[in-house]
């Protein structure tokens, strides 16, 4: 009897051996996915995500609100409360707090002294947001940095879009105030905590929704400092 | 024997007698061949050569989570801008490295192939490590928008994203592995705010912490509560469409 011939026999050991590994092309079709190489098309190194054109203009949403985009008003000023499209509330100021933590906080550090954990790695001191000239710098100064750069410091108009920048700027006015508080500015029950501090809490385990404190503890544990 | 002739009269026999264990034993043979076969297959299949899982592959720089998360803990979203809001998580541009490291490192060789693509605009070529196939739709963001935190798909039992010092993928990102968590989110979903905790896992301290504060016993009952509260319509979770359109 003779069923299957040798071919067959060799062809259906070679698809066995080969079903594994195999990727067809269902798998890596004929179309980019974001950040794919380009080399094929645009030449070896390029990205198939390319850079805009120099002079290009967007079709719409142009950035023209010098106010919400540029932070500053019609008379080239540095705007000295937020702008009209942005609404100071609780809400915002969480925003600011959550998204300070994420791209400032690494350099400024969670107080903003500018003692961040990339700074103890050797990067350059930012001023500390206590300091005179930074108080006295209107909120719009902040967009402004965190838009364009200072010093050393990059810019994040790439990274922060421009609704979280104001945020962040208006949650570095309450870092200001939670450093220079005076005691007239307390709730009773506030000030009769601050001359009243509760015995520090010993903790077993990490607390809930502390990521930074985590990643110190972690660290201590692991003394690399 | 067999006759033949219906007078008694028996033919030589075609085989010897052994032949008959013999076809008994290669009857089990086959079986025992088969078995063999399809457990060196599966055993292939989910083998890291396959699936590599756990495995680092060479790059460009040897970049370390470890350093950068769980030594100076920078948040994942300084570098994943996208995560919360692209369908792509994002790799970061050279930009991104250089807003610390053009004072920090680099001076050093192995950080070279960075400061060449920052002065020369040419982007850097990390070897991709979690690739869908073309034929799946996926969208990073619904996932971290409804609960599924970092270390569930980015960590294992032994190699946690936040301490990889070479990057590796963590899961198999095979099918099952999707139908697992679409099939029952509840056994994973997580309060909205602790996604980015590398710490909370089903079970875990800082997950019991979720579970007293949510005022449930366990992760079923804050799964049920999560899966309802963030509106994840389960039911639809596994239609064909919902992953490959």
Redesign the interface.
């Known amino acids: 009897m003779k069923w299957m011939s040798m071919k067959n026999w060799v062809l259906c050991g070679l698809v066995?051996a080969t079903?594994?590994?195999c990727?067809p092309d269902?798998?890596?079709?004929d179309?980019y996915?974001?950040?794919e190489?380009g080399a094929s098309v645009f030449g070896e190194?390029?990205?198939s995500a390319r850079m805009l054109v120099e002079g290009t203009v967007p079709y719409q949403g142009a950035k023209l609100d010098d106010a919400y985009y540029r932070g500053r008003n019609t008379n080239g000023e540095l705007l000295t409360a937020l702008p009209e499209q942005m609404t100071l509330s609780r809400e915002l100021l969480k925003r600011g707090q959550e998204r300070y933590?994420?791209?400032c906080s690494?350099c400024h550090g969670d107080q903003g002294a500018g003692d961040g954990?990339?700074v103890q790695?050797?990067?350059?001191p930012p001023t500390n947001f206590s300091a005179p000239r930074l108080l006295e710098s209107p909120v719009g100064y902040y967009f402004e940095v965190m838009t364009n750069g200072f010093g050393?410091?990059?810019s994040y108009a790439?990274?922060?879009p421009v609704e979280d920048r104001w945020a962040i700027a208006a949650y570095v006015r309450v870092l200001q105030l939670s450093q220079n508080a005076t005691p007239d500015l307390l709730t009773d029950e506030l000030l009769n905590k601050a001359k009243n501090p509760p015995a520090p809490k010993v903790e077993a385990?990490?607390?809930?929704?502390h990521?930074?404190d985590?990643?110190?503890n972690?660290?201590e544990a692991?003394g690399?400092h | 024997m067999i006759s033949l002739n219906g007078k008694g009269n028996s033919v030589a026999p075609v085989f010897p007698p052994g032949v008959n264990s013999l076809v008994r034993w290669s009857i089990a043979g086959g079986v025992v061949l088969v078995l063999t076969?399809v457990g060196l297959?599966s055993a292939?299949?989910w083998s890291p050569l396959?699936t590599d899982v756990n495995v680092a592959k060479e790059q460009p720089v040897p970049f370390s989570h470890h350093r950068h998360?769980?030594?100076?803990?920078?948040?994942c979203?300084?570098c994943h801008?996208t995560v919360e809001t692209s369908s792509?998580a994002?790799?970061p541009?050279t930009?991104?490295c250089?807003?610390?490291h053009?004072?920090?490192l680099n001076d050093q060789e192995m950080f070279k192939p960075v400061v060449d693509s920052w002065e020369?605009g040419?982007?850097m070529?990390w070897t991709r490590l979690n690739d869908m196939?073309?034929?799946v739709y996926f969208n990073h963001s619904i996932h971290i928008d409804k609960g599924i935190g970092c270390n569930h798909c980015h960590s294992n039992e032994t190699a946690k994203i936040?301490d990889m010092r070479l990057t590796v993928k963590a899961q198999t990102f095979h099918m099952s592995w999707c139908l697992d968590c679409h099939k029952d989110p509840s056994q994973y979903i997580r309060p909205k705010?602790?996604v980015?905790?590398?710490?909370?896992e089903p079970g875990s301290?800082?997950a019991k912490?979720?579970y007293e504060?949510f005022g449930v016993a366990n992760q079923e009952e804050l799964g049920a509560k999560l899966v309802k509260d963030y509106n994840v319509e389960v039911e639809q979770l596994t239609n064909c469409s919902i992953c490959h359109r």
Not at chain 1, 121 to 124: D, E, I, P
Not at chain 2, 196 to 200: H, R, T
């Open positions: 066995l079903m594994t590994g990727h269902l798998w890596n079709q179309r996915e974001p950040l190489s190194g390029e990205s933590g994420i791209y690494p954990m990339i790695r050797g990067f350059v050393r410091m990059y790439s990274r922060i385990g990490h607390g809930a929704g990521e930074a985590n990643h110190e972690k660290e692991k690399e | 076969v297959a292939l299949y396959v998360v769980s030594a100076n803990g920078i948040d979203r300084y801008t792509f994002g790799i541009p930009e991104t250089m807003t610390c053009s004072v920090i020369s040419k982007p070529e196939p073309d034929f936040e705010d602790e980015f905790n590398m710490d909370w301290v800082d912490n979720s504060a």
